[in-house]
C-alpha cells in the first residue's frame, strides 16, 4: 500500500490497540485492559480524524498537536466529527496513561497504539524505523476526504486548525 489520499478508501483489517477508558480504569496508574480497536470498520459508518504523533508525551505533540485537538473539541464537533484517533508506535497502555493526563476521559478523542507501527509502514508515514510520522487523515464514512504527512518539525497540516478548514 502507499500514501493515502482524498478520494481513495480507507484500507481494510486496520486494527489499533487500546484501553477503553472506564471508572476502573481512570487513575493515570490504573493499567486497564488492552484492547483491538477495529478502525476499519469503526471508520466506515463514521467521520473521523485519525492523527498521528512520533510519540506520546513528546515536546511538540504534547505542547502543539494534542492540545489543538483537545482545545478544539465543540467545533470539531460542529463539523460533524464524531470521532478523533490519536495514534503512535508506544504501547496501549501509554497511549492511556497519555489520554489521562491530557485529562481526555471519554471515547470522543482515543489514544490508541499503533503496534509495530503496521498501519503508519504500511503507507509509507513513518519517522523513524520505530516511529509513526507526523500526520493527519480525515475518513467520512470509508472514505479520505485529507490525508497530510508533516514536513520536518512542526504541527503545519496535521493539528486542528489546519484540519477544521477542510472538513
Same mark, same amino acid.
Given at each position: 500500500?502507499?500514501?493515502?489520499?482524498? *478520494?481513495?478508501?480507507?484500507?481494510?483489517?486496520?486494527?489499533?490497540?487500546?484501553?477503553?477508558?472506564?471508572?476502573?480504569?481512570?487513575? +493515570?496508574?490504573?493499567?486497564?485492559?488492552?484492547?483491538?480497536?477495529?478502525?476499519?470498520?469503526?471508520? #466506515?459508518? #463514521?467521520?473521523?480524524?485519525?492523527?498521528?504523533?512520533?510519540?506520546?508525551?513528546?515536546?511538540?505533540?504534547?505542547?502543539?498537536?494534542?492540545?489543538?485537538?483537545?482545545?478544539?473539541?465543540?467545533?470539531?464537533?460542529? #463539523? *460533524?466529527?464524531?470521532?478523533?484517533?490519536?495514534?503512535?508506535?508506544?504501547?496501549?497502555?501509554?497511549?492511556?496513561?497519555? *489520554?489521562?493526563?491530557?485529562?481526555?476521559? @471519554?471515547?470522543? +478523542?482515543?489514544?490508541?497504539?499503533? @503496534?509495530?507501527?503496521?498501519?503508519? #509502514?504500511?503507507?509509507?508515514?513513518?519517522?523513524?524505523?520505530?516511529?509513526?510520522?507526523?500526520?493527519?487523515?480525515?475518513? @467520512?464514512?470509508?472514505?479520505?476526504?485529507?490525508?497530510?504527512?508533516?514536513?520536518?518539525?512542526?504541527?503545519?497540516?496535521?493539528?486542528? @486548525?489546519? +484540519?477544521?478548514?477542510?472538513?
Amino acid at each position: 500500500m502507499s500514501a493515502l489520499k482524498a *478520494g481513495d478508501s480507507f484500507p481494510e483489517d486496520v486494527v489499533f490497540t487500546w484501553v477503553r477508558p472506564s471508572p476502573e480504569n481512570s487513575d +493515570i496508574t490504573a493499567c486497564g485492559v488492552p484492547t483491538k480497536f477495529p478502525a476499519s470498520s469503526q471508520f #466506515k459508518n #463514521k467521520k473521523v480524524i485519525l492523527v498521528s504523533v512520533p510519540g506520546a508525551f513528546t515536546p511538540t505533540c504534547q505542547v502543539n498537536h494534542i492540545p489543538s485537538f483537545t482545545s478544539k473539541i465543540s467545533e470539531l464537533k460542529s #463539523k *460533524g466529527v464524531d470521532q478523533v484517533v490519536v495514534i503512535a508506535s508506544n504501547d496501549a497502555w501509554v497511549m492511556s496513561a497519555w *489520554g489521562k493526563a491530557n485529562k481526555i476521559n @471519554d471515547e470522543f +478523542i482515543i489514544f490508541a497504539s499503533d @503496534d509495530e507501527c503496521k498501519f503508519s #509502514k504500511s503507507i509509507g508515514w513513518l519517522a523513524s524505523p520505530t516511529r509513526t510520522g507526523r500526520y493527519a487523515i480525515v475518513i @467520512d464514512h470509508g472514505k479520505v476526504t485529507y490525508a497530510e504527512l508533516e514536513p520536518a518539525g512542526g504541527v503545519t497540516v496535521s493539528g486542528a @486548525d489546519e +484540519i477544521l478548514p477542510k472538513l
